[in-house]
């Protein structure tokens, strides 16, 4: 049960009651039927094994069953220990508990507070980002979700409503499976002055809200990196522009963040990677 097989799996599940096949396309609904059986087992099941969970509760969805007594056969646990990521990162989305969205902010002092503050106190598990053009930023974002598609929906028509260019990228195979690792790179020969730090971040929610807000909105915000990964404390790296006249200002924010920081300007991997461009 190879993990390109899991791309490609056939996906029939068998209804015993109802002798027809039922087919499971998504690879995402998988990973969330094998994180429903370790949720509620802490077994860890292979992912033909956990065809059959997901079959069934696509069935229950699409045919409105509730409260009925349901069972179905987990025939394997051949999982590759290394395969556990592939199916964390996927199983947020196949339970619809995670959106995945694209938003065009303006590149200015102030604007990412300000797109926070219309997010409001909801849970963000992903923030990426970094400067490329002098007038506009696009963000690839992802958002813990408790309503489902309709809350997706809902948060995507109100930034719309506020302004925002929104793209809904949850459904975006590449988009999540490529292009959220690669944001980033070194930043045009425009951008002055830049410092790069690394956080550590409460994994919480408002955790990003209070970031921005104590640090004030007079630093422009030239990279931002941030995924979570289950723990307790989430690694952040941030870049800004710093002039001269603003470091002591700047560095008096951070100290009242209550955060744990690192400043990773002279970090070898940032002069080769993400130093702006000469």
């Known amino acids: 049960d190879a993990l390109g097989q899991l791309e490609i799996l056939a996906g029939e599940v068998r209804c015993c009651s ?33 065809l ?17 007594r349901m069972a179905c056969i987990l025939s394997g646990a051949n999982m590759n220990f290394h395969t556990l990521r592939f199916v964390s990162e996927r199983c947020e989305v196949g339970e ?21 503050k219309k997010l409001g106190q909801r849970m963000v598990t992903e923030f990426n980002y970094r400067v490329s053009d002098p007038k506009q930023a696009e963000i690839f974002t992802s958002l813990r979700l408790t309503g489902g598609t309709e809350e997706l929906e809902r948060i995507i028509e109100d930034l719309r409503a506020s302004g925002y260019s929104v793209t809904d990228m949850t459904r975006n195979t590449f988009a999540k499976s490529h292009v959220r690792y690669m944001i980033g790179g070194k930043a045009p020969a425009s951008v002055k002055n ?24 007079g630093f422009n915000v030239t990279m931002f990196h941030y995924r979570n990964h289950g723990a307790e404390y989430g690694r952040v790296a941030c870049g800004f522009e710093v002039s001269p006249e603003q470091q002591d200002e700047f560095y008096e924010n951070l100290s009242k963040l209550g955060f744990a920081w690192w400043d990773e ?7 080769k990677f993400l130093a702006p461009m000469e």
């Open 18 to 50: 109802t002798r027809c096949v039922y087919n499971v396309s998504d690879v995402r609904e998988i990973c969330a039927a094998l994180k429903d059986i370790f949720d509620d087992t802490r077994a860890i099941a292979e992912p033909s094994g956990a």
């Open 265 to 271: 300007t002279d970090n070898v991997a940032c002069a």
């Open 52 to 68: 059959s969970l997901a079959g069934l509760k696509k069935y229950a969805a699409e045919h409105d069953i509730k409260g009925a």
């Open 96 to 116: 619809r508990r995670e959106g995945i969205i694209s938003v065009t902010n303006p590149q200015q002092p102030g604007a990412f507070l300000a797109l926070c």
């Open 194 to 217: 830049e410092r790069i730090l690394s956080f550590q971040f409460p994994e919480r929610a408002g955790a990003l809200l209070q970031f921005l807000e104590t640090l004030g909105s």
